[in-house]
T-cell receptor, first 116, second 118 residues
Framework: KAGVTQTPRYLIKTRGQQVTLSCSPISGHRSVSWYQQTPGQGLQFLFEYFSETQRNKGNFPGRFSGRQFSNSRSEMNVSTLELGDSALYLC???????????????FGPGTRLTVT | AQTVTQSQPEMSVQEAETVTLSCTYDTSESDYYLFWYKQPPSRQMILVIRQEAYKQQNATENRFSVNFQKAAKSFSLKISDSQLGDAAMYFCAYRSPYLQGGSEKLVFGKGTKLTVNP
């Protein structure tokens, strides 16, 4: 079974531009979560989607947005990029059923975004 | 809000020896899940081990085991017979079962970089 894939793997953008990152979950997984990883702040939760609905959101400005499609693939968008947005963006997928339990989350390799 | 603290930014161990990574957390919940994730230099994060708070028995996965002290809110990871491939960043993470909609949000510690010396 193919793992979580993220595209692109590396990206260089200029301040003020916008960027869209993509995440394809493992087949059959309905939940996708996004995390920002930086040396200073560590891993911070951005948002989570389940069956095309956002079911949780982290403490990030409105410039960060996301969506999930009917095939569970997810995209996140960052508008008006700032230097501080440079980070590794990780997505994770899981079965994500609502009824209890803690399914394992599988992480993708990440997208390294550099803002200059 | 829950917080996770890893007080050891870096650790090193000799190959074949044992090392323990520390993690403490703060929560008012009585039920929750704790995880240790490994992130090798290639960056793909993988789950090492998990512990359900309602289980008193410490989880083990081959050479990896945890020491879960619920009252002390401590969750340490012990790696036995360390191998070169164990070198990585290790993250401790907390998950609440009570988030609205069944959210699977993880709260991570800042990580511990483990070096394995041959």
């Amino acid at each position: 079974k193919a793992g979580v894939t993220q595209t692109p793997r590396y990206l260089i953008k200029t301040r003020g531009q916008q960027v869209t990152l993509s995440c394809s979950p493992i087949s059959g997984h309905r939940s996708v979560s996004w995390y920002q990883q930086t040396p200073g702040q560590g891993l911070q939760f951005l948002f989570e989607y389940f069956s095309e609905t956002q079911r949780n959101k982290g403490n990030f400005p409105g410039r960060f947005s996301g969506r999930q499609f009917s095939n569970s693939r997810s995209e996140m968008n960052v508008s008006t990029l700032e230097l501080g947005d440079s980070a590794l963006y990780l997505c994770a997928s899981s079965l994500g059923t609502i009824v209890g339990g803690a399914h394992e989350q599988y992480f993708g390799p990440g997208t390294r975004l550099t803002v200059t | 809000a829950q917080t996770v603290t890893q007080s050891q930014p870096e650790m090193s161990v000799q190959e074949a020896e044992t090392v323990t990574l520390s993690c403490t957390y703060d929560t008012s919940e009585s039920d929750y899940y704790l995880f240790w994730y490994k992130q090798p230099p290639s960056r793909q994060m993988i789950l090492v081990i998990r512990q359900e708070a309602y289980k008193q028995q410490n989880a083990t996965e081959n050479r990896f085991s945890v020491n879960f002290q619920k009252a002390a809110k401590s969750f340490s990871l012990k790696i036995s017979d360390s191998q070169l491939g164990d070198a990585a960043m290790y993250f401790c993470a907390y998950r609440s079962p009570y988030l609205q909609g069944g959210s699977e949000k993880l709260v991570f510690g800042k990580g511990t970089k483990l070096t394995v010396n041959p």
